[in-house]
């Protein structure tokens, strides 16, 4: 196999979980980098890093609901898609599909990434998904999409110019052109783009141009990276971005996912975001090992951002940017005002099963993890969650003196465990990590536990299930884990709640 399409040998994601669809930018000495979020609210989590190995949740790009409108018809991996994120003229431009009801294409701008955002700009000439944004030397900006194709646009107004044009259809037989980025650099316009499809085909390709507009000679050496027909660990490589750092080396983010289990392997954390060095031959870019975390790593002294902080006590008026609802968060279901220290969530559907579900967690980002709440049901029922999506879920649910195991898998939904508790409030867990031997062929990725957790600190586990259940190769979609709280009915309340990395 050539160079330029040897497998990555490590496999730890720079951003772990469901972080798919990574776009970055570099200002200065600072990396910013943003990704989808499909059905949650807020919308596109936007990180910082100063070395391309360690990023931090800043913010939340669309975080006001007019800016961000999901209604409940928008099904479970619907929203938002595939953000593009660049630097031009002093200010940040992020580009990005709604695909819920009558949204589309929008463009919003910042001076601080940190926020506020502006508004949405409306972009009605666009059609389809993965908007990029490029500018020319004088000003002139194309946008280019997925299909791939181009039109000239203002992003300041979204007014667009002429009609879409063909670009570059990709590899032959290689279906889904998608994800497209455009680059100037030295002599050349270089197209950036995706194919194969986000599943095990996925990979990278590239076509270079004198002009912005095509057209395009495709590189000798496409795919420039996939892990396809590979026993790689980390599958399903695609959808980058190039990024140059100041030293004048050359970097990809790309996202990947990590298959674990028997056959045909299941990937529960989502699509993740990776890292590897680009170098330059004869005028192409060439993908190198994908940089682990820490090392190998950049040529410049890593600079860790602060320890995120797995613990929340809910004693802040604002959740945490990596806290997500699913399609809207109102204060009127989700807030920590009404009773200070304690995440109040009031319901207004029945169930996890219900789109209007009120439910706040965070991703799963890693492969063993436990989590816990003090939760008071005293005025409701609700509990602890693993969420894929409306259809495929574990819960451990409390009402006031009993909790039960819920489980969600397709078009079942059972309670697979029931137990007495005395009234008041008490802690709810939920263990993910490997599963019981033996291991063979038909092994799911990991196991998930849900239980109780006694004053003295013991666990007493009510029900262990498999996590197969809970992948993407089971329920479908571009999501992954989100493990979170959940009122189903009345209101609930908890007092703190603890995430914890586990070794694997």
């Not at 951003?15 to 596109?44: K, Q, T």
């Not at 991996?77 to 994120?85: E, K, V």
């Not at 279901?333 to 200070?340: I, K, L, N, V």
């Not at 029931?418 to 291991?439: E, F, I, K, N, S």
Request: net charge negative.
């Amino acid at each position: 196999m050539p160079l330029q399409q040897q497998a990555a040998r490590a496999a730890d994601p720079v951003i772990p979980g469901f972080h798919p669809d990574p776009s970055v930018c570099r200002v200065g000495d600072d990396y910013y980098l943003a990704c989808s979020s499909f059905e949650y609210f807020p919308g596109v989590p936007l990180f910082h890093s100063r070395d391309l190995v360690h990023w931090t949740q800043i913010g939340n790009v669309l975080d006001r609901p007019e800016q961000l409108r999901l209604p409940a018809s928008t099904p479970s991996s619907g929203g938002i898609y595939a953000p593009t994120l660049r630097h031009h003229d002093g200010r940040f431009w992020l580009m990005v599909t709604n695909v819920a009801e009558g949204a589309g294409n929008l463009i919003v701008t910042a001076t601080d990434p940190a926020g506020p955002w502006s508004d949405p700009v409306r972009v009605p000439g666009v059609p389809g998904i993965d908007p990029d944004l490029a500018w020319e030397e004088d000003g002139t900006c194309w946008c280019t999409f997925a299909g791939v194709a181009q039109v000239r646009i203002d992003p300041a107004t979204g007014r667009t110019y002429g009609t879409p044009h063909t670009l570059w259809s990709g590899t032959p037989g290689a279906k889904a052109p998608e994800a497209p980025h455009l680059y100037r650099i030295g002599d050349h316009w270089y197209l950036l783009i995706a194919e194969g499809g986000t599943e095990r085909g996925h990979g990278v390709s590239i076509a270079r141009s004198r002009t912005p507009d095509g057209p395009f000679e495709p590189c000798p050496a496409n795919p420039i990276l996939t892990h396809r027909s590979t026993g790689h660990p980390v599958q399903n490589t695609g959808h980058a971005d190039l990024v140059q750092a100041p030293d004048g080396s050359w970097w990809m983010v790309f996202l990947g996912v990590r298959p674990h289990g028997g056959t045909p392997g299941w990937h529960v954390l989502g699509r993740e975001t990776f890292l590897a060095p680009v170098t330059w031959a004869d005028g192409w870019p060439v993908v190198g090992e994908v940089a682990p975390n820490p090392t190998p790593a950049p040529p410049w002294p890593l600079v860790p951002g602060p320890a995120e902080e797995h613990r929340d006590d809910f004693e802040s008026r604002e959740l945490r940017p990596s806290w997500i609802s699913v399609r809207d968060r109102s204060p009127d279901h989700c807030t920590t005002e009404e009773r200070p220290g304690w995440l109040t969530l009031s319901a207004r559907g029945g169930s996890l099963d219900e789109p209007d579900v009120v439910f706040t967690g965070r991703r799963q980002q890693h492969l063993a993890c436990r989590a816990r709440t003090l939760v008071d049901p005293s005025a409701g029922r609700g509990g602890l969650a693993v969420r894929l999506d409306e259809r495929h879920h574990y819960a451990i649910e409390a009402t006031g003196t009993e909790v039960r195991v819920i489980a969600r898998v397709g078009d079942l939904r059972t309670a697979v465990a029931t137990r007495a508790v005395p009234a008041g409030p008490l802690v709810l867990g939920v263990t993910v990590g490997d599963p019981p031997p033996p291991h063979g062929p038909c092994t799911g990725p990991d196991a998930v536990s849900l239980g109780i957790e006694r004053p003295d600190g013991t666990f007493t586990e009510l029900a262990s299930l498999d996590g197969r259940y809970l992948s993407t190769e089971v329920a479908g979609g571009f999501t992954g884990r989100v493990i979170g709280m959940y009122a189903a009915a009345g209101t609930v309340r908890f007092d703190w709640f603890d995430y914890e990395p586990l070794d694997r």
